[in-house]
């Protein structure tokens, strides 16, 4: 997300980041909340990790988490969930199943394991 993604966004959004810092251009993420064009920021990730006290930091109207999002109860109920579901499937083993995945091919087994964009 650089400045013309942020140009993109409705005026006074807000700006949610739980993916990747270095998906985020910090300076155009700064201008765009100094400007008011953002209302403000939520951030659960940044780069490099942990970011030093800058700019972002000192903005009102931003809020830096450590990477926890992911660390809900709901979260958390829903990845043990995830992980039974996967461990009750055959386990996929093999040279056949792994230059597959190198070559970057997918069965239907690995679809359903592994969602990929295409």
Same mark, same amino acid.
């Given at each position: 997300?650089?400045?013309? #993604?942020?140009?993109?966004?409705?005026? @006074?959004?807000?700006?949610?980041?739980?993916?990747?810092? @270095? $998906?985020?251009?910090? #300076?155009? $993420? &700064?201008?765009?909340?100094?400007?008011?064009?953002?209302?403000?920021?939520?951030?659960? &990730?940044?780069?490099?990790?942990? %970011?030093? *006290?800058?700019?972002?930091?000192?903005? !009102?109207?931003?809020?830096?988490?450590?990477?926890?999002? @992911?660390? !809900? %109860?709901?979260? =958390? =109920? %829903? !990845?043990?969930?995830? =992980? /039974?579901?996967?461990?009750?499937?055959?386990?996929?083993?093999?040279? !056949?199943?792994?230059? @597959?995945?190198?070559?970057?091919?997918?069965? /239907?087994?690995?679809?359903?394991? *592994?969602?990929? %964009? #295409?």
């Amino acid at each position: 997300m650089g400045p013309t #993604e942020f140009d993109l966004m409705k005026p @006074g959004a807000y700006f949610i980041n739980t993916a990747r810092g @270095g $998906l985020v251009n910090h #300076e155009a $993420l &700064v201008n765009s909340l100094l400007s008011g064009r953002l209302a403000g920021a939520g951030l659960d &990730v940044q780069w490099p990790e942990p %970011r030093p *006290l800058d700019a972002l930091s000192d903005l !009102s109207n931003v809020i830096i988490s450590p990477h926890i999002a @992911g660390g !809900s %109860r709901t979260s =958390c =109920c %829903r !990845s043990y969930r995830r =992980c /039974s579901k996967m461990s009750a499937r055959p386990q996929l083993v093999g040279p !056949s199943h792994t230059a @597959g995945l190198l070559r970057g091919s997918r069965t /239907s087994t690995h679809q359903a394991l *592994l969602p990929v %964009r #295409e």
